[in-house]
């Protein structure tokens, strides 16, 4: 079952989503060659704290961390630390979730470190175009799998390579519920769209295959071929006028 939610929730949603974005526009500013992770994720805990927000990440399922740090060929879920220093053309996936009164909001973003290489400039620019062609499709009306498939066409034809072994998902008084929503897939499938559903869109996209493999941790997954690979997400509601990206400022 998918989760309607009412507007009164929807709008502690886009509370909760203002502060992963607002932590998400602070990191931004620290992200240069020198700093560590670790840094990175004090701050954002800081600044969740100050709000009146709850880390969502941290302790969920054993993770250690407030954010994810996923650095060039990792796809999803670094794990912070004093022991990862970035370096001038690295790329940076940085994961950012919330608690607030009950709901959660969830957002992320591939930040570039110094000056990068057009490919990785690339890779960056096509992931985050395909998510805003997913969130296109967020209509009511529409079905799941026109989200899926809108990622999937728009990347591939770029010549990139979608994660299939991890999805977007359902948000709302859980950091994740149903439905699974894949990067891939064709049209016209899945549930049919409804006013209230929340959904957490997320391309993962890697330049080479899409495979991954997770590291000894537990947590970390890269690309097998270790390519590089890029991630954006938002927390968008579906409402009778379109799409409301709740993560947005």
Known sequence: M????????????RRANIIVAEVLQKISEHIQPGVTTA??????????????GVPAFKGYGG??????????EVVVHGIPSKDKVLKGGDIIGVDCGV?????????????AVGKISEDAARLM???DEALQKAIEKAKVGNRLS?????VQSHVEQQGYSVVRSFVGH???KNLHENPQIPNFGPPGKGIRLKAGMVFAIEPMINSG?????????????KTSDDSLSAHFEHSVAITDSGPYVLSQI
Do not use: Y
């Not at 608690?99 to 930040?111: H, I, K, P, Q, R």
């Not at 026109?146 to 809108?150: G, N, P, T, V």
């Open 125 to 127: 620019k096509v992931t």
């Open 146 to 150: 026109d989200i899926s498939h809108a």
């Open 39 to 52: 840094e990175l994720d004090e701050r954002a805990e800081q600044i969740i704290r100050k709000k009146g």
């Open 2 to 13: 998918v989760q309607l939610k009412s507007h009164a929730e929807i709008e502690i949603m």
């Open 209 to 221: 295959g899409s495979d991954v493999v997770v590291l000894s941790d537990g947590w970390t997954a």
């Open 63 to 72: 993770f250690p961390a407030t954010l994810c740090t996923s650095i060039n």
């Open 170 to 172: 359902g948000i709302g």
């Open 99 to 111: 608690c607030l009164e009950g709901f959660f909001g969830d957002s992320a973003v591939t930040f």
